[in-house]
């Protein structure tokens, strides 16, 4: 996840606001579905590494400000995890 985590920061670093590169040529519904998929495998470990966890929900709320569906459905997963 950390790796996944650092793409989407070098991502969204370089290309903040280009909604053509986020949405229209799916790369952040990609990088959504590969995170989500990566936190349903390890998210008791995920929720347990504060620092990682915390860079995933930032990258994950620049993309819910963009407009990525699949990064609102990630937020929710992320604010309410599995017991």
């Given at each position: 996840m950390k790796k996944s985590a650092r793409a989407g920061k070098i991502w969204l670093s370089t290309y903040p606001d280009f909604r053509t590169f986020w949405i229209d040529h799916?790369?952040?519904?990609r990088w959504c579905l590969i995170?989500?998929?990566i936190y349903?495998?390890?998210?008791?470990?995920?929720?347990?590494d504060v620092t990682a966890l915390g860079a995933i929900e930032s990258i994950v709320?620049?993309?819910v400000g963009l407009g990525v569906p699949?990064?609102?459905?990630f937020e929710e997963m992320?604010?309410?995890?599995?017991?």
């Open positions: 799916g790369i952040g519904k995170a989500t998929e349903i495998q390890n998210a008791h470990v995920i929720q347990a709320a620049e993309l699949e990064a609102t459905r992320l604010s309410n995890p599995k017991k």
